[in-house]
């Protein structure tokens, strides 16, 4: 368990998958404030997508003529000891660090998720070995593991890519295995059985789909929490090289000059902040809806 | 209860001899030769050789790993590169800072999180609860160090309160120089600490004991201060303790904001220098720490909470 295990409020075993159309009316009778945190999080997705386009600046555009100016109409961010737009930059780093997040999230959820199916299902020595691999990858700080491959591998976005990946698939498989155990009391699994079903399809049509639902509800939380590290690693200098910025990069540009241009380090954390905010009202409200659909 | 002890002392030496092995791994791992990577291009093969025999690279790969073991348990942690000294002796150096930095954390995380966890389950889904949730969401959203630049800029550059940087001892050194680290560090957690504590009040409140404490009359804050709070401390404690790992990685950003000469900024300097013995021993401490704070809170829990130690599984 960890931090955002118990802020994900772990919802219980999900309901059967719901047919597609009432799936589709699930989708329109969202809470208020998940589709506030959808929205939020499309724009920034959309933001880091479209950085090229929209961005004012290029990222390493200097400006010696206009050193840290404060946000203005043309410079929204204002600009940093440089000149360079920090909005633009900002963008930039939204669309790398929003790729990373995604890559080190979602992959590793389909490997723990399935590790997980298999190790509840099955039970036995394999799911006793597989429960104490992944309390070896929990046991670890997060953090300090990355940090440890980073120092194999060298500064940059590889460390991140091969570290976070190493624990991650382990959270979602304690969540799914826990799962599944409730899950194969269930009548429908059990149905399977007394209906012939191979084990191959009694875990990939029937079960997964519904083990599914809790994992992605936590990865939203997964997201916030690997973009928080993405950018701590930033900061420490450990992330992205120039001519590369990250979000936690550019924070750490501006702690020199925070006095007199609070800016630089203020405004892109902020946006980590907002990124936060709208993951966190999408996985409430999700998990939400979840519990009122449970209690109907 | 006696077999529920031993049951979970065995699961955690397993997972001890796990760390052991993804520890053992970090030196092996490094693509390439790591002693020239410490030493650098201009050594000579010579010293290379040296150093490799020296630090027992030259040997099979298991007899390298009981010897790491055998080491290990006896405390020796081996020599650090880069400094020149032994890497039990700079931990031990740096050890107190950090403590001290979780400790105080974890102190603000329970003082803020507790009060704000029964005023929202007082009246939950009430407009106080409700900004309760939203300013906790936002407190998970902040990344730590971008929190403690914007404390340092509030209540250090500009209203001078406390300094900015910098760590010295004693009980008011501490709270002069680690207030805003620590509540950098510990406002997540605390925003943990509220929302777990708050659903397993409302969960409590809704049991025939409260029930019972309520048709007699007493007063919410009655019910909930001594009947429905007990019940929710342990909950409170297993919070912190599985948070450990999240608050030592926390520390190594934070005392970097913070120019604190602990465990956190020695791990940036190993990894820097590549001294990877240094590395190796951080990380297993880091690891080690976790797995006993969680053990140590079950323990606890088993004692105190008669369900769990008959709920064998």
């Known amino acids: 368990m960890s931090a955002v295990d118990v802020l994900a409020e772990q919802p219980g075993p999900a309901a059967p998958v719901l047919e597609r159309r009432r799936r589709f009316r699930a989708i329109r009778g969202l809470p208020l404030e998940a589709k506030i945190g959808a929205g939020i999080l499309v724009v920034l997705f959309l933001a880091g997508l479209l950085a090229p386009l929209i961005a004012p600046y290029g990222q390493n555009q200097l400006d010696l003529a206009n050193i840290f100016s404060a946000p203005s109409s043309t410079h929204l961010f204002g600009t940093d000891g440089t000149g360079r737009d920090v909005f633009s930059r900002t963008l930039y780093a939204l669309r790398l660090d929003l790729a990373v997040v995604l890559v080190v999230t979602y992959p590793p959820l389909v490997v723990g998720v399935l590790v997980g199916a298999l190790a509840g299902y099955f039970g036995g020595l394999v799911d006793a070995v597989i429960a104490r691999i992944v309390d070896t990858m929990i046991a670890f700080p997060f953090m300090i593991l990355v940090i440890a491959v980073i120092a194999i591998v060298g500064p940059g976005i ?33 149905a399977t059985t007394a209906l012939g079903y191979s084990k191959t399809r009694a875990i990939f049509r ?30 420490l200098g450990l992330g992205a090289q120039p001519p590369n910025a990250e979000l936690g ?31 966190g009202l999408l996985g409430d409200g999700i998990s939400d809806g979840q519990l009122r659909g449970r209690l109907q | ?73 006896q405390g020796h942690f081996g020599t650090s590169f880069a400094l020149a000294a032994p890497v039990g002796q700079i ?17 603000l995380a329970v003082l803020i999180g507790v009060p704000l966890a029964i005023v929202a389950a007082l009246r939950p889904h009430g407009w106080v609860d409700t900004t ?7 407190s998970f959203a902040m990344p730590a160090f971008w929190l403690g630049l914007m404390l340092a800029l509030i209540f250090g550059l500009k209203l001078g309160w406390f300094p900015v940087a910098g760590y010295s001892g004693g009980i008011g050194g501490i709270l002069r120089t680690l207030t805003l680290p ?26 025939e004991y409260i029930e019972a404490a309520r048709s007699r009359g007493f007063r919410d804050l009655r019910v909930i201060g001594k009947h429905a709070l007990r019940n929710s401390v342990m909950n409170t404690l297993t919070i912190l303790t ?72």
């Open chain 1, 158 to 190: 590889k460390g991140v890519l091969i570290g976070v990946p190493i624990v991650a698939w382990a959270l979602y498989a304690r969540l799914a295995r826990s799962e599944m155990l409730v899950l194969r009391e269930q009548q429908f699994m059990l």
């Open chain 1, 206 to 235: 029937h079960a997964v789909p519904n083990l599914l639902r809790a994992s992605l509800i936590y990865s939203t939380l997964d997201m916030v929490v690997n973009l928080l590290l993405l950018a701590g690693l930033a900061y």
């Open chain 1, 249 to 279: 990069s550019i924070i750490a540009d501006g702690q020199g000059t925070l006095l007199s241009a609070w800016w630089v380090a203020t405004l892109p954390g902020l946006i980590i902040v907002l990124f936060g905010i709208g993951a």
């Open chain 2, 1 to 73: 209860m006696l077999s529920y002890l031993i049951r979970r002392v065995a699961l955690a030496v397993i997972v001890l001899f796990g760390l052991l092995v993804a520890t053992f791994f970090i030196i092996h791992l490094v693509p390439g030769d790591p002693v020239r990577a410490v030493l650098g291009g201009a050594a000579s093969p010579q010293e290379i050789v040296r150093v490799r025999h020296q630090l027992g690279l030259d040997r099979p790969l298991l007899d390298q790993f009981g010897l790491y073991l055998s080491n290990t348990v």
């Open chain 2, 91 to 107: 931990i031990g150096q740096r050890l107190g800072p950090s403590v001290a930095l979780i400790g105080y954390g974890m102190l």
């Open chain 2, 132 to 138: 309760i949730r939203v300013l906790t969401t936002v």
């Open chain 2, 182 to 207: 620590a509540l950098a560090l510990g406002l997540a957690l605390s925003a943990v600490v509220m929302r777990t504590l708050r659903s397993s009040l409302l969960e409590v409140l809704q049991s």
């Open chain 2, 242 to 313: 599985v948070n450990i790992g999240f608050l030592i990685g926390g520390t190594v950003v934070i005392e970097q904001v913070f120019q604190i000469p602990g465990l956190g900024s020695l791990l940036l300097e190993s990894v820097q220098k590549r001294d990877y013995q240094m590395i190796q021993a951080l990380a297993l401490l880091a690891g080690t720490a976790v797995v006993l704070a969680s053990l140590a809170a079950d323990l606890v829990q088993a004692v105190l909470d008669p369900r769990v130690r008959l709920a064998g599984r």
